[in-house]
Structures are given as structure tokens and as C-alpha cells.
């Protein structure tokens, strides 16, 4: 990779240089999804989307520990998805607390774009799902991924998803991490 020209840039030119880069991820993922959405299905698209996005998310999260130095838990994974082009893309608001991350988004510019060609939603459920179980079990495998609600489950018009990442409770004496006994094996 040449990354001569990065070198000469200045702090302002380099900041406009990473928001064009940020958007035309953006475009090139929207039109990607649009063309194999016009060329097969929906539901096409949406599976390969599925497919793209977890691996993506796991690619991303192996890249951030080599890179800068994510440590393990919750304060590790909001440290890497801050690092996400599309955490700086959507705007994730995430609400930090001991034993749980909170992640919301008021305003998905891919379903907003959508709703303004008069399409409907696209169904992004499994497919941040993916992405988000991928990334996480990366940075420590302990992180486990919950969606309150994403599209296609009807939500609040000012907010589109919301997902809740928590720590796996260790077993204690025989218990799952539900503290329920385990299924017998058949």
C-alpha cells in the first residue's frame, strides 16, 4: 500500500481525506446491496449481506488488536467499534454501564435513504446480528450479543435498532450462565 500521499497531507486535509473515505464505504456497500437486490432479490441481497458483514465485523476486530491495543471485556469492544467506519458513519449512541453496553441508532442512513426513494426497509436484523456476535467474539468471547429490536421488528420512529452487549456469567457448580442446570445429553 502507498501511503506516500497520506504523508504529505495536512491535519485538515487528512480529516477531509478519512470523511471521504468514510462516505464512499458507504456508497459502494449501498450500491452493492442495491445491484444484487435488482439483478436477484431482496432476500438475496439480504443473505449476502449477512455473509459480507460477519466477516467484515471479524476481519475488522483482528485488524483492531493488531493495531492498537484493545483489551478484553466490554471497555475493550467499545474501544474497537469506536474504530468502526460504521460506528463514525450511522453515529452508534452507546450507553456504557458496568455489566452492559447499550448500542442505539436514531438515525440509519441506509434505511433513511431507502424511505426517501420510497423503498421499504431492508431487513438488517441477522446481518448486524453477525457482524456484531463476529466482532465482539473476537475481542473477548465471553461478550454476549443481544438485539432488543432491528428491522424487520416494528420499532420507534426515532430510533431504528437497539442492541445490548453484556458478559457471559462463568458456570458455578453445575449451572449455565442462566443459572439453570444443563439439558441432559440424548
Known sequence: MDMSMIDKMSHADLKKYV??????????DGFWFLFVSDD??????EKINERV????G???????????????????????????????????????KDDEVILSVPSCSPQVARKKKGLPEYSCK??????????AKVIDDRIQVTCDFAPPDP????????????????SIGGLS?????????S
Open 155 to 170: 420499532h420507534p420512529e426515532e430510533l431504528f435498532c437497539r442492541w445490548r452487549f453484556t458478559m457471559a456469567r462463568p
Open 53 to 56: 458483514w460477519a466477516k467484515a
Open 40 to 45: 436477484f432479490d431482496q432476500q438475496a441481497a
Open 58 to 96: 471479524e476481519l475488522a476486530a483482528r485488524d483492531f488488536q493488531k493495531r492498537f491495543q484493545i483489551e478484553n471485556g466490554l471497555t475493550g469492544f467499545v474501544k474497537a467499534l469506536k474504530l468502526f467506519p460504521w460506528c463514525m458513519i450511522i453515529g452508534y449512541d452507546m450507553e456504557e
Open 177 to 185: 450462565e442462566t443459572g439453570n442446570l444443563p439439558e441432559p445429553a
Open 126 to 135: 441477522e446481518m448486524h446480528r453477525g457482524e456484531f456476535e463476529r466482532f
Open 19 to 28: 470523511e471521504f473515505l468514510l462516505w464512499h464505504y458507504r456508497v459502494i
